[in-house]
């Protein structure tokens, strides 16, 4: 028990967040977190698409999961969002994205879009759904990241 003890406050003082998954009578696990510690994952997943496997274009793909499309299939291969953006803002036309080279930074930049869950189980279901779908080259959990220096202090670029 001391143990357990020690590494609690250890991981207090560290900034850590160590949860307890809880099942309830709905076996819907829900996260309980230490309080005045971050719990660093969003519910969130970043999800890089090949557009030609998909045959249509991102802002087509988001579309069609912001409308809650009757096509429950649409929803159900990309594990059901409760919301969908892309995500970059700044958005190119179509032919302008297909005409640049697959590994061009900017045509993955495009080819990105931020799919929202409601809750940490969706999250994960949607994570492994995905892993499965064949238009996806990469996808990644949202995180909340900070600053590994001070902002404030001037980067030396003279190296």
């Known amino acids: 028990m001391t143990l357990f003890r020690y590494a609690l406050a250890l991981s207090a003082a560290l900034g850590l ?3 307890a998954s809880a099942q309830d009578s709905s076996s819907v696990s829900t996260i309980t977190s230490i309080p005045n510690t971050p719990y660093f994952y ?13 045959g249509q274009g991102i ?7 912001q409308s809650r499309s009757t096509n429950a299939g649409v929803l159900e291969r990309f594990g059901s969002p409760s919301n969908a953006r ?6 190119m036309p179509q032919p302008s994205v297909a ?7 900017e045509r993955r930049l495009q080819s990105m879009v931020v799919l929202q869950f409601p809750n940490d ?3 994960r279901r949607a994570q492994m759904a995905l892993a499965r779908h ?17 902002p404030l202090i001037p980067v030396d670029t003279e190296l």
């Open 17 to 19: 967040s160590i949860q």
């Open 42 to 54: 969003t519910n969130e997943l970043i999800v890089e698409l090949d557009t030609n496997a998909l």
């Open 59 to 65: 802002d087509d793909v988001v579309a069609t999961l």
């Open 86 to 91: 892309a995500l970059s803002r700044i958005r």
């Open 99 to 105: 005409a640049l080279d697959a590994a061009d930074p």
């Open 121 to 123: 189980d969706a999250t």
């Open 134 to 150: 064949p238009a996806v080259i990469a996808q990644s959990r949202n995180v909340i990241g900070r600053y590994s220096t001070d």
